[in-house]
């Protein structure tokens, strides 16, 4: 490959690249779930993969503790990332000197002083070779040790630059080093403007040197501006998924709703005497207190039953479920006493049904209004109750959290028809996840 | 995922649970060896049900009819990143990275390897293609082997070789490599793949994770091909395995690995789709 070849008479590299152009740039964070900190970057055909773990305590009694964390960098190439097959050696000279370099460059961006008598273990795998190892290797590295969240003093990034033709070109690939192109690596710290590390295996006019190293500080640079806001993505990705997998809490406003879905409830019933038939069957004893059975267990909804009463108003194939029929239990009032009767995850069940029966009354008389028929003299109920199980559109955030049985919304519309203000009351439960 | 490594002459990413493989075939150029390291003995190809049928044994001839070799070779070798060593100790990684290679060689030179290797032959008694497989296992969750082999038969499926035309002159034969034009492997879909049963008391499991790996006395790792013949077994681990049992893992491992391959082909078929019409691999991001 003749040197006149790299960069075209148009300006134009081998690849297609402006002299100045960085490769594409693909990177990934958090890429293995066994290691402390890992990455993933490729930049145009070279390949890497980082992992680091620590800071752990150290493995080899041998080494002499010290009182800052030691670093191990091991560095491995696979068989088929170069053009031949190259069975890797595990003591390749090569190799082990790129290891010792990133070594250095590292001891002292990473704080080693906060982790005495520690070590910091932080492995390279390259995957594909199109020049640059070195230099993605450390980006791969600095990412890996962000993820660990290992503290550093700054970035490390690294780029190399190349002098041919009367041009420092940047970024060179594969064929451009084959190729006796001046190569110049440089690592850089972007917020000092330090050098971290700088390397250079050819002759170069030194006229031209000062071009060279401001064309990888300018490199490091844009690597600097993407990486970052690589990490920050891959940041906020970690942070949503954990969000949504702990809790399906999903707390917001509903935003603008248009139409509801709901049914009307029915509401006939103005006395306890509905709940008469509770007394004169199995489930409690004449003085009130509620029959326990042995504890059954509901799982989806997490209901635990251990008496006659939750077993009437939970169990559809138990024999005390047919006690109330289905009409009666599309009553209001049904609802609320299978509501407070059931209760929540910690709820303390009470062992007389007077309690619940008194609670029911409370909030059912605070719900409904009623009034005295003209005709009959009766006593009748005169608001409206509905209950809200979704909207006709999407709203921003759902209705209830999570799917639960003892999710409820109802609303009492108090005066609808008669004139005056019309009052509106809100029944609403529910359940989360945070007793699950 | 296949097709990942421009490098290679295939390639193909597995992810099965947290085991993370990734295979890379490179095929060279090489000599025909003199001395047979891969055929020294047979494995026997034990037909479908009838296990006294063996005096049935196929020997895995070296030489043809008239002596010569023509055989091409494959070269297998697993190696495990950094990242592993969080399981094991150095030298149990070594260990287990030299027993694979070496079943996973074993198995694959020879006809219960499905693979055609005289196709790989060049000039007789000289030059032959070899494949260098290379898998790297980038992460560990239990159940190598088995997702070695989804990766080396996927990798194969994707491995194309530069076609070679023989010519001769005056009793000469010299070959050229073409350039544009390549081939597959022949032989790529009788790969077999290992279904690995593990016993943990009385009875075995498949599959396994890396606590089922520790609790396992004894594993058995059986090669199931397209056929459904079984194309070697070999036990491993201290504790021992009643006959009985034996043949109920081995009978277990048939039928999966036989689900196994037709879903892999499936998939196989798939990504070739894909290949086919430029779609970008999900890659390693």
């Known amino acids: 490959m003749y040197k006149s070849n790299i960069v075209s008479p148009e300006g134009l590299r081998i690849d297609g690249r402006r002299p100045t152009e960085l490769r594409r740039i693909q990177c990934k964070t958090s890429v293995f779930s066994e290691a402390d900190g890992s990455a993933y970057i490729q930049q145009g055909n070279t390949k890497c993969f980082a992992t680091v773990f620590g800071p752990r305590e150290i493995s080899r009694k041998s080494t002499p503790k010290q009182e800052k964390a030691i670093l191990n960098v091991k560095f491995s190439t696979a068989s088929f990332s170069t053009g031949q097959r190259k069975k890797q050696q595990k003591m390749d000279k090569r190799l082990l000197e790129l290891a010792s370099t990133i070594k250095k460059i590292f001891e002292n961006v990473i704080m080693v002083g906060q982790f005495p008598r520690s070590e910091v273990d932080i492995s390279l795998q390259i995957l594909q070779i199109d020049g640059g190892t070195l230099h993605v290797a450390i980006n791969a590295t600095t990412l890996a040790l962000i993820d660990a969240g290992i503290p550093m003093l700054d970035y490390v990034l690294a780029c190399s630059a190349g002098f041919v033709d009367d041009q420092a070109i940047l970024d060179l690939n594969i064929t451009e080093e084959n190729a006796d192109v001046p190569t110049l690596t440089l690592a850089l710290l972007p917020k000092s403007g330090k050098v971290a590390m700088t390397g250079l295996e050819s002759r170069i006019h030194l006229d031209n040197l000062e071009q060279v190293i401001s064309l990888a500080t300018d490199g490091c640079l844009q690597l600097f501006s993407f990486l970052d806001n690589a990490i920050r993505d891959n940041v906020k990705e970690l942070a949503m998924k954990s969000l949504t997998k702990c809790s399906q809490d999903r707390w917001g406003t509903l935003g603008k709703v248009s139409g509801v879905l709901m049914e009307e409830t029915s509401h006939s019933v103005t006395s306890l005497d509905f709940f008469d038939v509770i007394y004169k069957s199995d489930i409690v004893r004449p003085n009130g207190d509620i029959r326990k059975c042995l504890d059954e267990y509901i799982d989806p909804p997490g209901f635990l039953i251990s008496d006659e009463l939750r077993k009437c108003l939970a169990m559809e194939a138990s024999e005390v479920y047919p006690i109330f029929t289905q009409e009666e239990r599309k009553e209001f009032i049904f609802h609320v006493f299978k509501s407070l009767c059931l209760g929540g995850k910690i709820c303390q069940y009470e062992d007389n049904i007077s309690s619940y029966l008194e609670a029911t009354k409370l909030v059912y008389k605070d719900l409904i209004s009623v009034r005295k028929n003209a005709k009959t003299g009766d006593l009748e109920v005169s608001s409206h109750v509905f209950k809200i199980y979704g909207f006709n559109q999407v709203s921003k955030s759902p209705l209830f959290p999570m799917d639960h049985p003892q999710n409820f919304c109802y609303l009492s519309i108090k005066g609808v028809d008669g004139k005056g203000a019309k009052v509106v009351d809100v029944f609403y439960h529910a359940s989360d996840t945070f007793y699950q | ?285």
């Open chain 2, 1 to 285: 995922e296949t097709n990942l490594i421009n490098q290679a002459s295939g390639s193909c990413r597995v992810l099965l649970d947290q085991t993370d493989i990734l295979v890379g075939i490179k095929v060279e150029i090489g000599q025909i060896e003199p001395d047979n390291v891969n055929d020294e003995e047979d494995e026997t190809n034990l037909e479908e049900d009838d296990l006294s049928r063996h005096n049935n044994i196929v020997s895995t001839e070296d030489e043809d009819v008239f002596g010569e070799r023509n055989k091409g070779r494959i070269v297998c070798n697993i190696d495990c990143s950094p990242s592993v060593a969080k399981f094991f100790e150095f030298k149990k990684i070594e260990e287990i990275c030299i027993e694979y290679s070496q079943y996973m060689n074993r198995l694959l030179n020879g006809k219960q390897g499905g693979i055609d290797l005289q196709s790989l032959c060049i000039l007789k008694n000289s030059t032959c293609w070899i494949i260098y497989i290379d898998a790297l296992v980038l992460n560990y969750g239990g159940n190598l082997l088995d997702a070695i082999f989804v990766a080396t038969r996927g990798a194969l499926q994707n491995t194309r070789i530069p076609k070679c035309r023989v010519e001769e002159s005056q009793g000469i034969f010299d070959f050229e490599i073409g350039d544009e034009e390549t081939e597959i492997i022949e032989g790529w879909r009788e790969m077999p793949v290992c279904v690995t049963v593990n016993k943990i008391g009385n009875s075995f499991i498949l599959d396994s994770t890396p606590l089922e790996d520790n609790c396992s006395e004894a594993r058995l790792m059986v090669s199931i091909n397209r056929k459904g013949q079984i194309c070697s077994v070999q036990k491993d681990g201290t504790g021992a395995i009643e006959p009985t049992l034996l043949t109920e893992m081995i009978r277990s491992a048939q039928t999966k690995g036989k689900l196994i391959l037709n879903n892999l082909d499936l998939v196989l078929s798939n990504e070739e789709k894909r290949i086919e019409n430029l779609i970008e691999c999900v890659g390693f991001c």
